[in-house]
């Protein structure tokens, strides 16, 4: 758009303002021109023209500002530029077709949040948006600042290329899970979200709704006697309506490249034993642990059926809970279950492949178990 606009500052815009400044009688001339690019400019920036492009490797921005230095010397500058747009129509490509599924376990501190993308984007899926309780404090004392949403989930989302979001399950109504739904709505587009049902009529969540830049035709609440299934995932938990409480959360299992995940929310041990028993045949690769770690979830009898390679538990530094519980690392270790906990690796990346998963952790600094 700058290399467009350049010229016709050069030749229309700034020759109207010289002689509408030295000439007074050309002003009524040079006005209505000034004011027909100001008219048009405005008109542009109310179209939805906006292209979230993502980050492009460090290879890419060196070659771009190699190829722009020569435009100004060189005399093959329609080549040049020919050059220029066909590689940021490769890098897009990259950024926002990739070859590869991921599942992504965000650091978002004591709350849960993750992605799951398949290849080439044909379906990008938020599982909670993590969230921070607020206390109420005076007016005065009260300010606007980014949520771990914008600042990090979005910021990601963004990176990779990805304006908007095919589904949101919002496992069940707990701060921790959904309180940065409204602000990541404002910068990521949701177009279809999922609740626990009867959570869809609280109060507390439509209060929520209220000011995100969702509608509550946007959301559908959902239980094992209305649908098994919603795209590629099974859905295994709530058995029925419910209050959006621990007990009622949603629990998913799904398969990328034939590695199997499980994700349940805070849902405790008697969901979780109740799941296996009507789900006998039930495994997981990737088991994501209930509840933080906490103790109320994760039940032996549960992960014994599903035998997963891996454990990840999503929990804060130094959290006030004491996540995850010495019972639950017993059971894993119980088992021989392997665990990444987001306190100690950061951010956590899976990438399923044919044979396994790659594992990539974002935190040098933290101590990776």
């Not at 040049?80 to 599942?103: D, H, K, N, Q």
């Not at 963004?158 to 095919?166: A, E, F, W, Y």
């Not at 974002?362 to 990776?368: D, I, M, P």
Request: with cysteine; proline share 4%; net charge positive.
């Amino acid at each position: 758009m700058s290399i467009a606009i350049v010229p016709l500052f050069e030749r229309i815009v700034i020759p109207a303002v010289v002689l509408g400044v030295f000439f007074s009688w050309l002003v009524p001339i040079a006005v209505p021109i000034l004011q027909f690019f100001c008219d048009s400019f405005a008109f542009l920036a109310q179209l939805p023209t906006t292209i979230t492009f993502g980050k492009p490797p460090l290879l890419f921005i060196v070659f771009w500002l190699i190829i722009q230095f020569l435009l100004e010397y060189s005399k093959h500058a329609r080549w040049l530029l020919g050059i220029l747009i066909c590689s940021y129509v490769i890098a897009a490509a990259l950024i926002r077709l990739p070859f590869t599924a991921e599942v992504v376990y965000f650091d978002i501190g004591q709350g849960d949040c993750t992605l799951i993308r398949e290849p080439f984007n044909q379906s990008v899926t938020l599982v909670d948006t993590g969230g921070k309780v607020n206390f109420q404090h005076e007016q005065w004392r009260e300010r606007r600042v980014k949520t771990t949403g914008e600042t990090i989930v979005a910021n990601y989302l963004l990176s990779k290329g990805i304006s908007h979001v095919d589904n949101l399950f919002l496992t069940h109504q707990d701060t921790d899970h959904v309180g940065n739904f409204a602000s990541l709505s404002k910068v990521i587009d949701v177009h279809r979200i999922l609740v626990p049902q009867g959570m869809e009529q609280l109060a507390s969540f439509r209060k929520r709704l209220r000011v995100s830049n969702n509608t509550l035709q946007q959301v559908q609440g959902i239980s094992t006697k209305v649908t098994s299934r919603i795209g590629m995932f099974h859905l295994l938990h709530p058995f029925a309506s419910g209050t959006g409480k621990n007990e009622d959360s949603i629990a998913l299992s799904f398969s990328l490249q034939r590695i199997k995940f499980i994700i349940s929310g805070d849902l405790d041990k008697q969901g979780e034993v109740e799941v296996a028993q009507r789900n006998p045949k039930l495994r997981a690769d990737v088991l994501k642990t209930g509840h933080h770690g906490s103790k109320t979830a994760t039940a032996s009898v549960y992960v014994s059926q599903l035998q997963p390679q891996l454990a990840i538990i999503s929990a804060g530094v130094n959290n006030r809970y004491g996540h995850p519980n010495a019972a639950t690392l017993a059971t894993l270790a119980k088992q021989h279950i392997p665990f990444l906990n987001t306190a100690n690796a950061g951010m956590i990346k899976l990438m399923p492949q044919e044979k396994g998963f790659i594992i990539q952790t974002f935190n040098e600094n933290r101590k990776v178990k």
